[in-house]
């Protein structure tokens, strides 16, 4: 189940449609070229000292062109992307004689690094081994810079190229439906198919590569609204507008559209002064490339470079909060856009910075020093009943025994000693009265420390699956409202999701429930396929663990630590 879809199902009964498509709309729209040619890639030209030429691939020539003047690099290239990798070398796919070249702009040298030129095909290998098919787009694989990233569209595989030795190879080849223009997404890669939807590439914690549909149905049509339900016709090409948002060329329907990937919406976008942006506004021509240069969106189409700027879209600067380091008065800070501004002082500074045609307001916060902190807290652990120790994994990753008491612990943390307790208890027999339905996953959960929509979307799961527990418990149990569900991240990388019951009267009834509920969650389906997900391009991502009879959703006997928070008895510890 997707998380938009499960969600924004219930939204739709309640809204009409509009209502929910969020929208950007532009004040200012322009000509800004002929180029008589379709324009399938668009850059800022780096080689430009006065940075004012764009870099385009306008079949047949890769020109660096301004709306006054134009230079052809190269003549008798079908390029459809190209990326450069530095002032001097540009890295161009030549999607006609399937291979990707290299060209060195000062000496005019075009050589070959990767593919088989003039040689259709699908292999892996050096130059002259390895083959593509109408490769389309070239960006640099961010977690590795000496590699390229390619959109082998003919063969529905995105390829893998070593700058160094030339070597091609295949990343991943499922998926796909004609893959073109890619646009990085923090670490995950988002690629246009013209297959009629948007996808993304992740690369795993575990190492492996998975390749999902994020928007569009797959199916032709121009459909706005949840990722699930919206349509395009050959979309080409993204780029960001902000954090989580990005444009679409869509350019069968003639259009730009909004991918909105903190609220799983596609809406429209408007440009030629309608009174309510409910529809796209329509180009003459198809929109094939997209450029984000300082704001103002530059539009490759069928035979123009069109220009967008003025949006209504809010200002996207944070404010910042700096330390100070032991000792000094000043400290300097790396501002929005990259530009480090030397010497703020302890206190709230604020500054003013413009974005698109709007002037923004954000504050820098300079905090003093403060002393060394710890990081490691105080561990509390009950002694499972009939035993005389408990097991404690300690912050250094090993698990010792431990007798009733406390223990004065140490670890080196940053040239610093961190002085911290363990405690080990009896079960406070008090807490014996309720029960903890649990759930446990593993993979990485610290982004939940700092990522707070992260942390709405988990606590709207949790609550639908506090219902589905209820129905569960039937008149048997309540599912405290006076004990919220709750998480823990042990490690960083264990996520454990917790929902608490009322009291009982007594122990006895306590075990008894426990019983009758075990058996019910061993015959109801509801949690076997239990997957976790935070976004909406990563549905059924992380799987459930299981116990040794299969089960995902526990129950047990619960102990409250002393912050509220629920454990499972015996089994986990409390930190304090």
């Known amino acids: 189940m997707k998380p938009w879809l499960y969600i924004g199902v219930l939204v739709l009964l309640l809204k009409p449609v509009h209502s929910i498509v969020p929208s950007v709309t532009f004040d200012h729209f322009e000509l800004y070229l002929d180029t008589f040619n379709g324009v399938p890639h668009l850059e800022l030209d780096k080689y430009d000292s006065a940075c004012s030429n764009l870099l385009i691939s306008s079949w047949p020539h890769l020109t660096s062109t301004s709306n006054s003047s134009s230079e052809h690099l190269i003549s008798m290239l079908y390029s ?7 002032r001097t070398h540009l890295v161009i796919v030549d999607s006609d004689d399937c291979c990707i070249r290299m060209l060195n702009r000062e000496h005019r040298d075009l050589r070959t690094i990767a593919g088989t030129c003039d040689s259709r095909g699908y292999a892996d290998g050096i130059v002259g081994v390895g083959k593509l098919l109408r490769p389309s787009d070239i960006v640099q694989d961010i977690r590795n810079p000496g590699f390229m990233l390619i959109t082998d569209a003919g063969n529905n595989a995105l390829r893998s190229v070593n700058l160094e030795t030339g070597e091609l190879s295949t990343v991943i080849d499922t998926g796909f439906n004609e893959p073109h223009g890619m646009h990085w997404n923090r670490k995950d890669l988002l690629v246009a198919n013209k297959g009629f939807y948007i996808s993304v590439v992740i690369w795993q914690s575990n190492g492996t590569v998975i390749n999902k549909i ?15 339900a919206a349509e395009f016709i050959y979309p080409q090409e993204l780029v960001k507008l902000q954090e989580d948002l990005f444009l679409v060329a869509d350019s069968g329907n003639y259009q730009l559209k909004l991918l909105n990937l903190h609220t799983g919406v596609v809406g429209p976008v408007c440009f030629r002064n309608e009174t309510t942006c409910t529809r796209s506004s329509n180009f003459r021509g198809n929109p094939i490339s997209l450029l984000n240069l300082d704001d103002v969106i530059y539009i490759g189409c069928n035979h123009d470079i069109y220009r967008l700027y003025g949006s209504d879209l ?7 909060t700096v330390h100070l380091t032991l000792g000094e008065k000043t400290v300097n800070v ?3 856009g990259g530009h480090v501004f030397m010497g703020f002082t302890e206190g709230v500074h604020r500054v003013r910075k413009k974005y698109d045609l709007k002037m923004c307001t954000y ?21 499972p009943q009939g035993q005389n120790t408990a097991a404690v994994q300690l912050f250094d990753g090993t698990t010792k025994q431990f007798q009733k008491g406390t223990y004065r612990l140490s670890r080196e943390y940053n040239s610093e000693t961190c002085i911290y307790h363990v405690r080990v208890r009896e079960i406070p027999q008090a807490n014996n009265r309720r029960l903890v339905f649990h759930i446990h996953y593993n993979f990485s959960c610290d982004f939940l420390e700092y990522d707070t929509d992260v942390r709405n979307m988990l606590h709207r799961i949790m609550y639908l699956d506090q219902e589905k527990l209820q129905l569960l418990c039937g008149d048997r149990c309540q599912i405290s409202n006076k004990i919220q569900p709750t998480y823990t991240c042990k490690e960083r990388k264990y996520l454990s999701l917790f929902w608490v019951t009322e009291e009982f009267s007594s122990d006895e009834i306590t075990r008894q429930v426990k019983e009758e509920l075990s058996v019910r969650l061993i015959q109801s389906d509801t949690w076997d396929n239990s997957h976790i997900y935070f976004h909406p391009y990563l549905e059924f991502d992380v799987p459930a663990e299981k116990n040794s009879n299969g089960d995902a959703m526990l129950v047990d006997v619960a102990i409250l630590c002393s912050d509220g928070k629920p454990q499972v008895h015996g089994a986990n510890a409390c930190e304090e």
């Open 80 to 86: 459809k992307g190209f990326t450069q990798l530095n």
């Open 214 to 228: 994020v928007a569009g149905t797959a199916t032709a049509g121009n459909t706005l609204g949840y990722f699930y």
């Open 314 to 320: 809010p200002c996207p600067y944070k404010n910042i």
């Open 334 to 336: 790396m501002l929005e």
């Open 363 to 383: 504050y820098v916060n300079v905090i003093h020093h403060e002393e060394f902190s710890c990081p490691h807290k105080d561990i509390t652990v009950y002694m």
